[in-house]
Structures are given as structure tokens and as C-alpha cells.
């Protein structure tokens, strides 16, 4: 299984809310990433994790909170987001941090109200 | 910042190959290059990497320069389904080191 899903695909949300997304792969990597890709622009990294610990945070505000579960899970909880934070939100796994190549999943499509 | 340059785009008609170029001209010895792709609104796909040596998979071959200074990423018969924004990287393989996308380059295959 060299598959990385996400769920949901699409969300909208108030700016008041709550929300989770959640990325899951099961090829055995000890890393995984969110990315934040806007339209028309390349994704850009927002955190690493490395055996299930947080090892990389790219300056992202504290609306976004990301959660390590276990090896295999990835979520990112989202509280208070802005309008401008509307963009697709990708999960990335590969074997270590920093080491060959990442699969990345479908993305989330993620609309702030 | 990116530490490739890519043209911003690119055509080709269908059943030719596509050769997209990447300049690194300030690449280190030991950083790979890489080259993903992403189809409309779906998550980048990996396609290839090298190091020195010219690579050949299923899906592309990926020609380096002797100086390591540029590389071409090759598509030996382009299809409709290659339609896409094709991005090189490089990066070293050291343990916090992350993939940087540029803004790579938009090839559109032309019936």
C-alpha cells in the first residue's frame, strides 16, 4: 500500500469554528508533513513530524495545531481560522525526515467563511 | 528560497517527448535532484531522482550534466494525462533538511 489519504476532501468552515483534518498511510514511514498550497502557487511546508514527534514547526499561527496519534496518523486541528487560510492542505509521509522521496496525499480543500 | 529556476511553462504536442530543464547552478555535491509533478488540484506525485547519474524509470528519465549545474527531466511520449506543473528540487539527504518547491513549470500537452 503506497497510499497517503485524507479526509475530508472539502470543508468550509466559519471562522468561529472547529475543524480537524486527518491523514493516514500505512507503509511503515517515520515521518510525515502538512503542507498549505494556495491556488496557483507551490505547497509550502507547515510542520514535520519524525517518530511521532513534532521536529519541525515553519513559523505557522497557533490557529493551526497539529497532532501525532501514533506512526501512522496525522491530524491538523484547525480553531479560528481567517479567510486568507482557505487552501489546499496536503499530507506528505516518507520513510525518515529529510530522506528520500515524500508521497503525498490528495489534500484537503479547505473554504474559510 | 527555491534554488532551481524552471521556465514557467511549456508545451508539447501528444505522442512526442517532452524535455523540461532545471538550472541548479548552485548545487552542492552532495544535494539531490528531484522532480515531482502535480495534476490539477491533486497532491504532487514523485517522478524521479538523481544524484550524478543519469536515471531512467517507468514514467520519466532524468539527464544531469557533467558539472551537475542543470538537469532535464524527459517524457518520452507525452499524453493528454501529462498535463500537469512539474517541479524541480534539490535537497540534500540529511535529517532535517525539507523539500522547497518553486513555482516550477506548467507543461500542456496538445492534441
Known amino acids: 500500500d503506497t497510499e497517503v489519504t485524507q479526509t475530508p476532501k472539502h470543508l468550509v468552515m466559519g471562522m468561529t469554528n472547529k475543524k480537524s483534518l486527518k491523514c493516514e498511510q500505512h507503509m511503515g514511514h517515520r515521518a510525515m508533513y502538512w503542507y498549505k498550497q494556495k491556488a496557483k502557487k507551490p505547497p509550502e511546508l507547515m510542520f514535520v513530524y519524525s517518530y511521532e514527534k513534532l521536529s519541525i514547526n515553519e513559523s505557522v499561527p497557533s490557529r493551526f495545531s497539529p497532532e501525532c496519534p501514533n506512526s501512522s496518523l496525522l491530524n491538523l486541528h484547525l480553531h479560528a481560522l481567517q479567510p486568507e487560510d482557505s487552501a489546499l492542505y496536503l499530507c506528505?509521509?516518507?520513510?525518515?525526515?529529510?530522506?528520500?522521496?515524500?508521497?503525498f496525499g490528495p489534500g484537503t480543500r479547505l473554504t474559510v467563511l | 528560497d527555491a534554488k532551481t529556476t524552471q521556465p514557467p511553462s511549456m508545451d508539447c504536442a501528444e505522442g512526442r517527448a517532452a524535455n523540461l530543464p532545471c538550472n541548479h547552478s548552485t548545487i552542492s555535491g552532495n544535494e539531490y535532484v528531484y522532480w515531482y509533478r502535480q495534476i490539477h488540484s491533486q497532491g504532487p506525485q514523485y517522478i524521479i531522482h538523481?544524484?550524478?547519474n543519469n536515471e531512467t524509470n517507468e514514467m520519466a528519465s532524468l539527464i544531469i550534466t557533467e558539472d551537475r549545474k542543470s538537469s532535464t527531466l524527459i517524457l518520452p511520449h507525452a499524453t493528454l494525462r501529462d498535463t500537469a506543473v512539474y517541479y524541480c528540487?534539490?535537497?540534500?539527504?540529511?535529517?532535517?533538511?525539507?523539500?522547497?518547491f518553486g513555482p516550477g513549470t506548467r507543461l500542456s500537452v496538445l492534441p
Open positions: 506528505a509521509s516518507s520513510g525518515l525526515a529529510g530522506f528520500g522521496e515524500q508521497f
Open positions: 528540487i534539490v535537497r540534500v539527504a540529511h535529517y532535517g533538511q525539507n523539500f522547497v
Open positions: 538523481g544524484l550524478k
